[in-house]
């Protein structure tokens, strides 16, 4: 699917109908996602620029991500995608900018890029080069990496006051214990998946701005540099912020871990209880159960009443004995 922008003013404009080489020309921003190598060899005709494959920009070394060819910038960084059932998951992204054109190369939605052209569409939105329309898409795909860190905060805190809640806690309402800690392990377990795919689409656009900075520097406008020095100390920041969301990830893990195992002790602690308890009542009447002719309270008119009292006895005395020691 490809998508075509034109700059008027300060806005930008969607270019409709068939999108073919003449059109093209004219464009300063081209968002192509799941090209066919038709359309990839249309844009590369009407740009000059590389349209790069997803194999090319799911190398994970800093010379394959970070390259300038012919005066044009080629670029790569994970993406954290959006929607169906690959939410959450990181998709390469790829940028080819060059003076008078940008390429954006994807391969799955985005909704940093969905707002941006939401905000950018409106007069005097701001876009006045591809230069610019670059530099805006990096600092709304950092803003939504921001946000999702928020949402993630938010969602742990949530687990925090659930897991640590008093009745979770002292063991009381067992199996609303247990469902609450298997639903704050699936949260805890999908954050911490979610963040450090955040932590690797920061540290690849952190890569990549300096590196735009440096070489377009010939090219790159002079009023961008302010923002490129506020979108490397965003990025620094988040990445600190993400490290600490790591920690707290490690943190509820390892108390949710902590109070299942807990619960299965306390399982196990009370079959223990439960068969030593049951172990002398069942020797007294195994033996009183034997019934040989000589014994002594076999014609015992209270026989009966006295085996009863000792299997009461025989069960109360360890029940008492736990309790003294406190292991109940």
């Not at 003449?22 to 996602?33: C, P, R, S």
């Not at 790069?52 to 390259?67: C, V």
């Not at 993400?242 to 990830?249: E, G, M, R, S, T």
Request: charged share 20%; glycine share 8%.
């Amino acid at each position: 699917m490809l998508a075509a922008f034109t700059i008027e003013g300060r806005a930008l404009r969607r270019l409709d109908g068939p999108l073919r080489i003449e059109t093209l020309q004219d464009a300063a921003w081209i968002d192509l996602v799941d090209v066919t190598a038709e359309e990839a060899a249309v844009v590369e005709d009407a740009t000059g620029l590389r349209v790069a494959s997803r194999a090319d920009l799911q190398e994970i070394e800093s010379s394959s991500r970070l390259g300038f060819a012919d005066g044009a910038l080629y670029l790569s960084t994970p993406a954290v995608t959006r929607g169906g059932p690959g939410d959450g998951q990181v998709a390469p992204i790829g940028f080819a900018l060059n003076p008078r054109c940008l390429l954006t190369i994807r391969f799955a939605p985005s909704r940093a890029i969905e707002d941006f052209v939401a905000r950018a569409e409106h007069p005097d939105a701001g876009p006045q080069g591809p230069a610019h329309i670059f530099v805006g898409l990096l600092e709304a795909m950092v803003d939504r990496l921001a946000d999702r860190l928020e949402q993630i905060t938010a969602d742990l805190d949530a687990v925090s006051r659930r897991i640590f809640q008093p009745d979770l806690v002292t063991g009381r309402r067992p199996r609303q214990s247990d469902a609450t800690l298997r639903d704050g392990l699936k949260v805890v377990g999908q954050a911490g998946d979610l963040v450090s795919h955040i932590r690797d689409s920061l540290l690849g656009i952190g890569r990549l701005v300096p590196y735009a900075e440096q070489m377009a520097a010939a090219w790159m406008p002079a009023d961008l540099h302010p923002r490129l020095v506020t979108l490397r100390q965003d990025i620094q920041s988040l990445s600190d912020y993400d490290a600490q969301v790591l920690n707290k990830v490690q943190l509820l893990l390892d108390a949710t871990l902590g109070f299942i195992n807990i619960a299965q002790n306390n399982i196990m602690k009370i079959l223990t209880v439960v068969s030593v308890v049951g172990i002398p009542p069942t020797l007294v009447a195994s033996i009183y159960g034997m019934n040989f002719k000589g014994m002594p309270e076999l014609q015992w008119a209270w026989g009966y009443p006295y085996g009863l009292t000792m299997i009461v006895a025989s069960a109360l005395v360890p029940l008492i004995w736990f309790l003294v020691r406190g292991w109940l």
